[in-house]
């Protein structure tokens, strides 16, 4: 058995924080805390604690989790994350992005997809591949994303160029380091170094 060594209130709303032998285990509604008469010094499983918040505020999270998952399209790490933040535990967290993935609210791959189209032309495939490791994408799914992704040349002349223009003499060291920045490859760093004097129109 486990003891309830604390009780704190959130700053926000009507919930409180649950610590069992002095760890932040769990938040609860004030009022399912009442209900079970939920008390520090209390002796209790943690699994007990688990199905009493899975049974009181199921309906509450999975709310809770289909706004912030609909309010942008998130990847699962965040949302799960967002879910933790709140006090949730992982039984009921993993409940909830069952729900949301089965309905298309929680999608990997079409969030990978998405980035990948809207961000080819503003990042570098490598950008673009730190980005979606970064919350969570995993490498399987960023990989089969990037496969529908057409040459980066003209994105990287591109910069190159607009980089060149404001920065008269042109140091192609600095040039390289700031496209390496932007994630583009080092072939096509390489290729739009060396063709800075061609025009827009000749590509």
Not at 113 to 122: D, G, L, P, Q, S
Not at 143 to 159: F, I, P
Request: hydrophobic share 35%.
């Amino acid at each position: 058995m486990a003891t309830i060594t604390s009780i704190t209130k959130q700053k926000k709303g009507e919930r409180v924080n649950i610590f069992i032998d002095g760890e932040f285990y769990c938040g609860l509604d004030s009022l399912t805390m009442l209900k079970h008469s939920l008390k520090e010094g209390m002796e209790i499983d943690a699994d007990e604690l688990a199905q009493i918040q899975l049974q009181s505020e199921r309906q509450k999270a999975t709310d809770k989790a289909f706004e912030y998952a609909t309010r942008y399209f998130k990847p699962e790490r965040k949302v799960r994350e967002h879910l933790k933040e709140k006090g949730y535990v992982k039984e009921l967290i993993d409940e909830i992005m069952f729900k949301l993935k089965d309905y298309g609210y929680v999608d990997d791959e079409k969030y990978a997809t998405e980035y990948v189209a809207i961000n080819a032309e503003r990042k570098g495939v490598n950008r673009i591949k730190a980005d979606l490791l970064n919350v969570g994408i995993s490498e399987q799914i960023i990989n089969l994303a990037l496969e529908e992704l057409d040459s980066q040349y003209g994105a990287c002349l591109k910069y190159a160029k607009r980089y060149a223009s404001a920065h008269n003499p042109l140091d192609k060291n600095k040039l390289f380091r700031h496209l390496y920045s932007k994630g583009f490859s080092f072939d096509d760093i390489k290729r739009a170094c060396a063709n800075l004097d061609i025009d827009e129109d000749e590509e």
